[in-house]
């Protein structure tokens, strides 16, 4: 293998769970350091195969993760939905990062929620809702307007109820398939921040600039680095993730989310261990983007430095938003990142496009 004490070095690969534009992002930042990605999905098309060599096959498919393990140094996650058996199977071949106690805590809302707790950040009240009768139960408890969502798999709205007096608590839970829930109090937030820290195999850690976040239709539309905000909410934000990321043992990136209140707290939000969308400027805006961060962090590498040069606006590119894509390339200063998806969807992120500004102080 070329691995060292020094690291994964160029020549070798890392193996990727996950076949879209974020597993296709970190192909191309490992590329410009020598290496090579191996992708593993069960999507013969998708955007990350374009970039790399793939291996095709269901996520529980043991004897292909195993075939697939064996011919990587390292592997890591574009995102976190992977079956637990196949994480079993992966590490009993070749190092994982970040490990499987970083990915089981941010699989659950559960989890993720009673871990924020632990760490002593502030999250919204919410209470576990296992069936019927524990949603009547924790609705009395935390009032409406509420929010229900299920513990697993939802993600950019998917998998979410709003809870208000007029609401049919019987609808609501067919509404989640009767699955494993939380119900959160609905929070009257004034914006919406993120900050992304890398974590080196040495202990090692640096944070990129809290960023402020806009959504629509529940799907991240707009980032703004840097967010505006007081030194002493920047310093906050970046020492809840750095704590967070400490407290996992974390190896690779971790993307926290947090709401700020309208008399200045920070809530946390949820929490991603894996490059996020709301780190897409840094491609273009920083002296070392979050995917060559990634890159080096789970290779064993120095982290590079993440400070900004510029000051940007990234905007998602959403379903037609993406027919714009010549008008966006003819327009001067935009910075356009295409995905190569073959389908334009209602809600489906097709690209980004980041536009510089003179960098700002701090």
């Known amino acids: 293998?070329?691995?060292?004490?020094?690291?994964?070095?160029?020549?070798?690969?890392?193996?990727?769970?996950?076949?879209?534009?974020?597993?296709?992002?970190?192909?191309?930042?490992?590329?410009?350091?020598?290496?090579?990605?191996?992708?593993?999905?069960?999507?013969?098309?998708?955007?990350?195969?374009?970039?790399?060599?793939?291996?095709?096959?269901?996520?529980?498919?043991?004897?292909?993760l195993a075939r697939f393990a064996d011919d990587v140094d390292v592997v890591t996650f574009e995102f976190e939905n992977i079956p637990a058996d196949s994480v079993r199977i992966l590490a009993e071949h070749v190092p994982v990062r970040p490990n499987w106690r970083v990915l089981q805590t941010a699989q659950d809302r559960r989890e993720e929620k009673a871990f924020?707790?632990?760490?002593?950040?502030a999250t919204a009240p919410w209470r576990p809702v296992s069936n019927r009768?524990?949603?009547?139960?924790?609705?009395?408890?935390?009032?409406?307007?509420?929010?229900?969502?299920?513990?697993?798999?939802?993600?950019?709205?998917k998998g979410q109820v709003k809870i208000d007096r007029q609401t049919d608590l019987d609808q609501a839970w067919q509404m989640v398939q009767e699955q494993p829930c939380i119900?959160?109090?609905?929070?009257?937030?004034?914006?919406?921040?993120?900050?992304?820290?890398?974590?080196?195999?040495d202990g090692a850690t640096l944070c990129y600039d809290a960023v402020e976040n806009r959504h629509r239709h529940h799907i991240l539309d707009v980032t703004t680095a840097p967010a505006i905000l007081s030194a002493e909410l920047a310093t906050q934000a970046a020492e809840f993730a750095t704590h967070a990321a400490m407290t996992l043992e974390?190896?690779?990136?971790?993307?926290?989310?947090?709401?700020?209140?309208?008399d200045g707290r920070l809530l946390a939000n949820e929490m991603a261990p894996r490059p996020h969308n709301s780190g897409h400027w840094t491609i273009d805006a920083c002296q070392t983007d979050q995917f060559e961060q990634l890159v080096r962090a789970v290779c064993g590498l120095?982290?590079?430095?993440?400070?900004?040069?510029?000051?940007?606006?990234m905007t998602n590119l959403i379903g037609d938003d993406v027919l714009q894509w010549r008008m966006l390339l003819s327009e001067p200063g935009a910075h356009v990142h295409l995905y190569g998806k073959d389908e334009a969807r209602p809600g489906r992120k097709m690209g980004h496009v980041t536009r510089l500004r003179p960098r700002t102080n701090p």
């Open 250 to 262: 974390l190896v690779g990136l971790l993307a926290l989310e947090m709401f700020i209140t309208p």
């Open 133 to 157: 009768a524990e949603l009547t139960t924790a609705v009395e408890a935390l009032g409406c307007p509420s929010v229900l969502k299920t513990a697993r798999l939802g993600y950019d709205g």
């Open 302 to 313: 120095p982290l590079g430095n993440p400070a900004r040069h510029a000051d940007a606006v």
């Open 1 to 64: 293998m070329p691995a060292d004490s020094k690291g994964i070095g160029p020549g070798g690969t890392i193996g990727i769970i996950g076949g879209g534009q974020l597993g296709r992002m970190t192909a191309l930042a490992a590329a410009r350091l020598g290496l090579r990605c191996h992708v593993f999905c069960p999507d013969l098309n998708a955007p990350a195969t374009h970039v790399a060599k793939a291996t095709i096959a269901a996520y529980d498919d043991g004897d292909a």
């Open 183 to 201: 119900l959160e109090s609905f929070i009257n937030f004034d914006r919406e921040i993120s900050v992304i820290v890398a974590r080196a195999l």
């Open 116 to 121: 924020f707790q632990t760490l002593g950040v």
